[in-house]
């Protein structure tokens, strides 16, 4: 492996990033809370030219576990779902990578939906066609509402943020 390798993406565990890139394209977007804060920050650094390294020779030491992955039922799994929707829709570069939320939203819900539907109108090997009729048509509402609600998401209201305090500030009271 070569000493340096150009990435796409950069989680924000271990980088380092340049005052520059910061100063051009400003901060973290708040606005995702948690998740894909990363990917919408890398996308923003390489859009303005900035690119992305990987060292082999680097280390990093985790200190807690990272056991938050597959937490899609809680809190964290509706950001990562919201935040994947965000991200895709706001740069998917060709209509398939901006179907993808669409796609992902189904592949989870769509399995919970139909069997839910057809457990309540009967046995299997029994059912027909028009069985399947109230899953498909719910499906549809549920993925024209979820679309609707991922319009409608927007930053918390910045008077809501905690303030900012200058570093300057503290040192010097802690000299006093």
């Given at each position: 492996m070569p000493e340096r390798v150009e990435l796409e993406n950069v989680a924000f565990e271990g980088f380092l990033v340049r005052r520059r890139v910061v100063e051009r394209i400003g901060l973290p977007d708040a606005s995702y809370f948690i998740f894909y804060d990363d990917v919408d920050f890398a996308v923003r650094a390489r859009r303005a030219g900035f690119p992305i390294w990987a060292l082999r020779d680097a280390v990093l030491v985790r200190q807690l576990d990272f056991d938050q992955q597959h937490d899609l039922a809680g809190w964290k799994g509706y950001y990562m779902y919201r935040n994947l929707f965000a991200v895709h829709l706001r740069y998917g570069e060709n209509a398939a990578v901006r179907a993808k939320p669409w796609v992902v939203a189904a592949g989870v819900a769509g399995p919970l939906i139909v069997n839910a539907f057809l457990d309540a109108r009967g046995t299997p090997g029994a059912l027909v066609a028009a069985d399947y009729r109230p899953a498909l048509l719910t499906m549809v509402g549920v993925l024209v509402v979820g679309f609707v609600a991922n319009l409608l998401?927007?930053?918390?209201?910045?008077?809501?943020?905690?303030?900012?305090?200058?570093?300057?500030?503290?040192?010097?009271?802690a000299r006093a």
């Open positions: 998401v927007r930053s918390v209201n910045a008077k809501f943020h905690e303030p900012v305090t200058d570093p300057a500030s503290k040192t010097e009271g």
